[in-house]
Structure formats: structure tokens, C-alpha cells
């Protein structure tokens, strides 16, 4: 019963919040597709100038992947990492998710595929992948979109927010797979 009614609600949720602001606007006479496409003039010109931004960080990612950094401090931080009940694989997951949320799938597939589902491995990425923020991308796409060019101490508490994500996340999946 409950599974049916929530069905029905998510079918009908969208048509639903269109059709009531295109009623709104009509009853308080705004001038509906002339506002509409004076926000779509403003969305485009916003994308134009975050394209810099979003192209700095994917040549970022691209570079740090196949210069083999990645690789690199996998195999110097394994011994390290395994002391605290991390697993290698997952360092990944720590260094790219904080740049982008796509390379951060990325990743989280090619360890999903390769350890399968259910090892630790794959649960602790996923936590980590929910509980941390692409802060570059964030900071890249919001403050490109206000022209704000100084990041002050966004960086640093975004950044921070992050690490705090990836402790949570080791903690509680030490306590609730190990």
C-alpha cells in the first residue's frame, strides 16, 4: 500500500510543481516563457564563464592520474594504511574525490569491479564517496560563477571538511565491517 502511494506521489511530483508555478506566474501576471528565457540567458552565460574553471580541473585530474602519483603513494602508504585498517585500494577514492565527483566514480567502479561488492574495500570507498565533497569542483564552479577570485580559507575548511569526511568514514566502517 505504502510502496503504491509513493509511486503514485513520485509520477505526479514534477508535473505537479511545473503546473503549479505556471499557474502562480499566470495569476500574478508574470510574463512566464519571456522570464524563462531571460534565466536561460543567464544559466548559458554562467556556463561560459565556469568552462576555465572546469577545464583546469579536468586537466588536473587527467594529469595526476597518468603520471602515476596515484600509484606511487599506494605502494609507499600501503604498510601505513593497513595499520589502521584502510585498504590500499581505496586511497584513490581519498586523493580524487575532493577534485571531482565523476573521476571519484570512477574510481569507486574500478574498485567495486575489481574487489566485487561486498569486500571492505568497496563499502569503505562508498562512505568515503558519501561522506566528502568534491571541494575543487565546488569552489571552481560557485565562485567562477560570481567572478569571485579569492578563495580565503573556503579552500582550507572545504578541504578540511573532507579529511574529517574520510576519518568518519574509517572509523565507522572499522566499526561496522570489521
Known amino acids: ?99 571531482s565527483g565523476s573521476a571519484a566514480l570512477g574510481v569507486f567502479s574500478d574498485i567495486a569491479n575489481n574487489l566485487g561488492p561486498d569486500s571492505y574495500a568497496t563499502k569503505l570507498s562508498a562512505v568515503m564517496v558519501g561522506s566528502s565533497e568534491t571541494t575543487f569542483y565546488v569552489l571552481a564552479v560557485y565562485f567562477g560563477a560570481v567572478g569571485i577570485s579569492k578563495l580565503r580559507y573556503a579552500l582550507w575548511v572545504g578541504l578540511l571538511a573532507d579529511f574529517i569526511g574520510i576519518v568518519a568514514a574509517v572509523l565507522v566502517c572499522n566499526l561496522m565491517f570489521l
Open 1 to 99: 500500500m505504502f510502496q503504491s502511494i509513493m509511486n503514485i506521489i513520485s509520477l505526479w511530483a514534477l508535473p505537479a510543481i511545473i503546473l503549479v508555478i505556471l499557474t502562480m506566474g499566470l495569476a500574478k501576471k508574470v510574463p512566464i516563457y519571456e522570464v524563462f528565457t531571460d534565466g536561460a540567458k543567464d544559466g548559458f552565460k554562467i556556463a561560459v564563464n565556469i568552462i576555465p574553471y572546469l577545464v583546469a580541473i579536468i586537466v588536473a585530474i587527467s594529469m595526476f592520474r597518468a603520471s602515476g602519483i596515484i600509484e606511487m603513494l599506494e605502494s609507499s602508504l600501503a604498510e601505513f594504511l593497513s595499520t589502521i585498517n584502510v585498504p590500499a585500494d581505496t586511497l584513490p577514492i581519498m586523493i580524487v574525490r575532493s577534485l
